[in-house]
């Protein structure tokens, strides 16, 4: 087993790192000869990155010493493209989207290094620079849906998405107090908790159009991220001092991103290029958990607003460029 093991560490190290060691899709198989055993090739589907390539090839070895046999042929598929992040579109729509994901990190990385912390010490991103990071996520999502998802199987999906993103932006709005409410955090609740629903409603149907998602991987994944929110509700956000409004409204908002967050990973459990929409759904989790922990428990820190921010615009443009990821799974 160490021989085994040895020699598919030193092939895996030694695989050129130009353009032509990325796999195809459907290009040639390579095989890596181990121990002596006849065996149809094992398929490992595209999407996976190399680190999980090496350990399926360390396992493969692992079975085949238990079983004292004698080699084992692994085919890989081959793909030139980067799974997570590749844009399926003509290309002026990829140098659009390319741009505004630039643009994106170009503002939050020139608002933390150049802005100056507010009298709180709470944030360095001013109010307007805010809303402008969250516009350019909104003009991503509506140029992922109308420019580039339009008469293709996502179009739904990416309709969803954006609805999701416009209901958020409504929430920043009101949150920042550039609309006038009764209650600025049941009401901003209620607006974010509306682009939940947009987002459980598109996340359902990928998993519907995908018949090999299993239902116990929803499940598990539905249990594990809300059993995960109702804790965090209870020691991090949670109020005796606050209304009862807030407390409920916040735990039932708590809810609905939990599930959020489980379909999100399900989808990245059923395929590598949605790992970029898991990622962003639990980026967003994070920073709504400490705006929580900021508004609602009282517990406040310096710049605190600037890590909500960054993890919230990181996580929303990814969940944005998810119509990408879902058009290429797809094949539309």
Not at 45 to 57: A, D, N, Q, T
Not at 277 to 305: E, P, Q
Request: hydrophobic residues 50%; neutral net charge.
């Amino acid at each position: 087993m160490a021989a085994a093991a040895f020699l598919a560490i030193t092939d895996y190290c030694n695989t050129d790192r130009d353009d032509n060691s990325l796999w195809r899709m459907e290009g040639q198989a390579r095989s890596m000869p181990l121990v002596t055993r006849p065996q149809a090739p094992l398929d490992v589907p595209s999407g996976i990155w190399g680190f999980e390539r090496l350990c399926l090839v360390l396992v493969e070895s692992w079975r085949d010493w238990s079983s004292a046999s004698s080699h084992v042929c692994v085919s890989f598929p081959r793909t030139e493209e980067w799974p997570i992040f590749p844009l399926p579109y003509e290309p002026t729509l990829n140098w659009i989207l390319y741009g505004l994901f630039a643009l994106e990190f170009a503002l939050l990385v020139g608002g933390l290094l150049f802005g100056k912390l507010n009298e709180d010490q709470t944030c360095r991103l001013p109010r307007p620079l805010r809303l402008l990071l969250k516009g350019v996520i909104l003009l991503a999502a509506f140029v992922g849906w109308q420019g580039g998802s339009r008469g293709t199987p996502v179009e739904w999906y990416a309709s969803l998405m954006f609805l999701g993103m416009a209901a958020d932006f409504v929430g920043d709005l009101i949150m920042a107090r550039y609309v006038a409410v009764p209650n600025r955090l049941i009401f901003g609740m209620m607006a974010f908790g509306l682009g939940h629903v947009f987002y459980i409603a598109a996340f359902i149907h990928l998993i519907r159009t995908a018949p090999s998602i299993g239902l116990w991987t929803s499940a598990v994944a539905l249990l594990a991220s809300v059993s995960f929110s109702l804790w965090a509700w209870y020691t991090q956000v949670r109020n005796p001092h606050e209304s009862r409004a807030i407390n409920v409204g916040s735990l039932l908002y708590g809810l609905l991103f939990g599930v959020t967050s489980a379909l999100a990973i399900t989808l990245a459990l059923y395929d590598a290029q949605y790992i970029g929409l898991a990622i962003g759904a639990l980026l967003f989790m994070i920073s709504d958990l400490i705006l929580g922990n900021w508004v609602i428990r009282g517990h406040t820190w310096k710049s605190v607003n600037d890590v909500i921010w960054v993890t919230y615009a990181s996580g929303q443009l990814l969940i944005a460029y998810s119509i990408a990821a879902a058009l290429n799974v797809s094949g539309g």
